[in-house]
């Protein structure tokens, strides 16, 4: 079988990630070797961006997220792919794309999200309230179910309203995602 191609350069963590990924799809990425990412890795995602776009695929963990966090503050077109939690863990309980299988690598590859760097805020504290993603016992694993489903990484209540903003993911589908959850 042949790899998908990946036009977009990965800007992934480290060594592990690009070898894992080139395992998993036809592709070119820059290692940002940590969270404290200098300015020569930025100027190289800088570069990726004006000729052929770049997607940030970090680790599902707070590093992961720090350097993420970082690179969007700066870059907030970036397009970013998400890896679950749960795909992400290793044998010997690290957390690391490096990890993940080849067949969860090349879906969440597929699930590519864009910020708007203007955003509306169309989902609202009352929304998460009213779709119990906030505010009951029961929201944490509302909230994980529908990180997962969207492939957007999880989040705390405010994080994953700023996401479905940040994303632009309609009411319609929040809705339609949390009515697939089981027992409801």
Same mark, same amino acid.
């Given at each position: ?7 977009? $350069? $990965? @800007? @992934? ?21 940590? *969270?404290? $990412? ?60 490096? #990890?993940?299988? @080849?067949?969860? $690598? ?33 929201? *944490? ?28 993911? *309609? #009411? ?13």
């Amino acid at each position: 079988m042949e790899k998908p191609i990946v036009k977009e $350069i $990965i @800007v @992934v963590e480290g060594k592990d990630d690009t070898r894992r990924l080139n395992e998993a799809v036809s592709c070119e990425t820059i290692e940002t070797n940590g *969270s404290a $990412i200098n300015e020569t890795v930025m100027r190289e995602i800088e570069v990726a961006l004006s000729t052929r776009g770049a997607i940030i695929f970090t680790d599902p963990d707070y590093p992961g997220q720090k350097i993420r966090n970082t690179i969007i503050e700066r870059f907030p077109d970036i397009k970013e792919a998400f890896m679950p939690r749960e795909k992400a863990k290793g044998k010997n309980g690290g957390i690391g794309i490096e #990890h993940a299988s @080849v067949e969860d $690598i090349v879906d969440s590859l597929s699930k590519v999200y864009t910020s708007v760097s203007r955003y509306e805020e169309n989902i609202t504290i009352q929304d998460m309230v009213r779709w119990r993603l906030s505010g009951n016992r029961e929201a *944490s694993n509302r909230r994980t179910y529908l990180c997962d489903r969207l492939n957007i990484g999880y989040a705390n209540a405010g994080q994953l309203r700023k996401k479905l903003n940040r994303y632009s993911i *309609s #009411h319609e589908r929040i809705e339609q995602t949390l009515n697939e959850l089981k027992g409801e």
